[in-house]
């Protein structure tokens, strides 16, 4: 089955840019969404097809696309960015959706 | 403003089934129809979990291969409501179960989110 490959963990200072990796080999061909999960909270979409942003997200969030990888970046990180961030995106064919396995970032 | 407002909190024994309920609360003429609703799980501690999604105008459903045969998507366009429901439970699904509307509205689809309901907490224990 398809999988989509994040770093466990990310660990950054206050006002530093953390860039945090999805790896997935159908990521040329779909789109990925990034999600926000603070504990006990339900998850909040911050990236769209790759690098859009929705209304409301600072713009210290970014995403890019490169061949089979996909990079969420955050510039200038605060501490409330602290959070679990998910990767999403469908198979080849669009039909299955997959997450990465989350990415803790610490700041 | 559209919400996805999900039912409570349930408690089944091992064997049982339970029923998530997921009700869009919207503005005067939101089009529930215009969507595919998905469905996601999160075990405690663990990532997030695509189990499926329904066509909320025709109400054609795709399932995860590991829930085919375990699960059942539904929806009451009457009520704006979706419902999931899971059979056989074991304590391998004690999970917060939520529902995510298809970012891609009218007749078309991305597979990717942009509103989460809040979440129902379901535990299996005997």
């Known amino acids: 089955s398809y999988e989509l490959t994040q770093p466990p963990s990310v660990s950054v200072s206050p006002g530093q840019t953390a860039r945090i990796t999805c790896s997935g080999d159908a990521l040329p061909k779909q789109y990925a969404y990034w999600y926000q999960q603070k504990p006990g909270q339900a998850p909040v979409v911050v990236i769209y097809?790759?690098?859009e942003r929705p209304s409301g997200i600072p713009e210290r969030f970014s995403g890019s696309s490169s061949g089979t990888t996909v990079t969420l970046t955050i510039s200038g990180v605060q501490a409330e960015d602290e959070a679990d961030y998910y990767c999403q995106s469908t198979d080849n064919s669009g039909t299955y959706v997959v997450f990465g396995g989350g990415t803790k970032l610490t700041v | 403003q559209v919400q996805l407002v999900q039912s409570g909190a349930e408690v089944k024994k091992p064997g049982a089934s339970v029923k998530v309920s997921c009700k869009a609360s919207?503005?005067?003429?939101?089009?529930?129809?215009?969507?595919?609703l998905h469905w996601v799980r999160q075990a405690p501690g663990q990532g997030l979990e695509w189990m499926g999604w329904i066509k909320l105008n025709s109400g054609g459903t795709n399932y995860a291969q590991k829930f085919q045969g375990r699960v059942t998507m539904t929806r009451d366009s009457s009520i704006s409501t979706a419902y999931m429901e899971v059979t056989r439970l074991i304590s391998d699904d004690t999970a917060v179960y939520y529902c995510?509307?298809?970012?891609?509205?009218?007749?078309?689809?991305?597979?990717?989110?942009?509103?989460w309901g809040q979440g129902t907490t379901v535990t299996v224990s005997a």
């Open positions: 919207a503005y005067y003429g939101y089009n529930f129809n215009a969507y595919h």
């Open positions: 995510a509307r298809d970012s891609c509205g009218g007749d078309c689809y991305s597979g990717g989110f942009d509103i």
């Open positions: 097809k790759d690098s």
